[in-house]
Nanobody, 127 residues
Framework: QVQLVESGGGLVQAGGSLRLSCAAS????????MGWFRQAPGKEREFVAARRWSGGSSAYADSVKDRFTFSIDNAKNTVYLQMNSLKPEDTAVYYCAADRGPSYSGTYNQRGLYDYWGQGTQVTVSS
């Protein structure tokens, strides 16, 4: 049974940084695509970043490009999202997701393709 457990959220001032973690278990994720999504109050869940577990280029939403960095620690079976230069509009619940595939980089941002989701972690950025 796949489990995705996020952590690392919190309250931070604008311009600050946070690192989110997603501990993944229950499968060998080598062929999976791992993604981060977020959902602000009253808005739809939106794509943030994603990459194939086995490697390759990461995909980012335009709104976070050059500020957020996606990474995976294979030894710890953990997915990270390093968030720098945070803005109040980054405030949301952040979700980790896993897609069994097969998927292609052009579809990483499609929420409906992801099979497993974590419970989410709240990120609040104050101005």
């Amino acid at each position: 049974q796949v489990q995705l457990v996020e952590s690392g959220g919190g309250l931070v001032q604008a311009g600050g940084s946070l690192r989110l973690s997603c501990a993944a278990s229950g499968r060998t994720f080598t062929n999976y695509v791992m993604g981060w999504f977020r959902q602000a109050p009253g808005k739809e869940r939106e794509f943030v970043a994603a990459r194939r577990w086995s490697g390759g280029s990461s995909a980012y939403a335009d709104s976070v490009k050059d500020r957020f960095t996606f990474s995976i620690d294979n030894a710890k079976n953990t997915v990270y999202l390093q968030m720098n230069s945070l803005k109040p509009e980054d405030t949301a619940v952040y979700y980790c997701a896993a897609d069994r595939g097969p998927s292609y980089s052009g579809t990483y941002n499609q929420r409906g393709l992801y099979d497993y989701w974590g419970q989410g972690t709240q990120v609040t950025v104050s101005s």
